[in-house]
């Protein structure tokens, strides 16, 4: 039975990028529960978020894209609605970091991330956008900022600026499509067990220092993610444009 409840994600199809670990992973498994199809993307292979997803109950179709190009990431998009179907949300969540003193930060770490992070998920929405708006549908875009959206962080810092321009982007976009039909929002995830936080959890001065500013006293898991994109994917969050939700167990609530 098709369940059309206010948090369901029956009959959608959604795209998530950097689907293969972590929030991404997360994220997917997330929106199969809700009862969505799952459209992965990513580098590297996704044989374990499919598993996950497919036990779920749901389908998964995972796609290979270099999200440092953002050419590639556009032709991606009209490629998977041409091909599987038209898309109802996508999950911007792909991310990159790099970490250095600012005063040895190089120029290819600068692009690397800002292209990734920043340049296209704007080209990627685009692309979405462009595809909803001619077929008079409606569409969902969550974007995945961080705290590092509010903060500055340490030695991240083109990190923390492209952080910084998705929450920017998402307020943007939103002013401009709220009226058409398409919802864009942002979750800002604290500290979340992930290949980007991998050196820090690694780092036990570091840890410890980060632990103990988290008022809810531990990592986030890619799980705790997922809940909020499904929120903002499904039709509870109809209302919502522009607004950012921070799932950082308190982080920045201290």
Not at 88 to 108: K, L, T
Not at 236 to 243: D, I, L, Q
Request: proline fraction near 3%.
């Amino acid at each position: 039975m098709t369940d059309f409840s206010a948090f369901s994600l029956a009959g959608k199809r959604v795209v998530v990028t950097g689907a293969n670990t972590g929030i991404g992973q997360g994220i997917c498994v997330a929106v199969a529960k809700a009862g969505g199809a799952v459209i992965g993307v990513g580098r590297s292979a996704m044989d374990e978020t499919e598993v996950m997803v497919r036990a779920a109950g749901a389908t998964f179709a995972p796609v290979t894209c270099d999200l440092g190009d953002h050419a590639a990431a556009s032709t991606m998009i009209e490629g998977v609605w041409d091909s599987i179907g038209p898309i109802d949300g996508v999950v911007n969540n792909a991310g990159i970091i790099r970490r250095a003193d600012a005063v040895d930060f190089s120029e290819a770490d600068w692009d690397d991330v800002i292209d990734v992070n920043l340049k296209s998920l704007f080209f990627l929405s685009q692309a979405f956008a462009r595809k909803v708006l001619a077929a008079s549908r409606e569409g969902r875009i969550v974007n995945v900022a961080s705290v590092l959206s509010f903060q500055g962080g340490i030695r991240v810092p083109s990190y923390t600026a492209s952080k910084h321009g998705v929450l920017g982007v998402t307020r943007a976009l939103a002013c401009e499509w709220a009226a058409k039909g398409i919802n864009v929002n942002a979750i800002a995830p604290g500290y979340v067990v992930s290949n980007n936080t991998e050196a820090l959890r690694n780092d036990a001065d570091r840890s410890a220092a980060i632990l103990g500013r988290i008022p809810a006293a531990r990592w986030g898991k890619p799980e705790d993610i997922g809940g909020a994109a499904v929120f903002l994917l499904a039709p509870a969050s109809a209302y919502m444009h522009g607004a950012v939700v921070p799932v950082d167990g308190g982080w920045l609530a201290r």
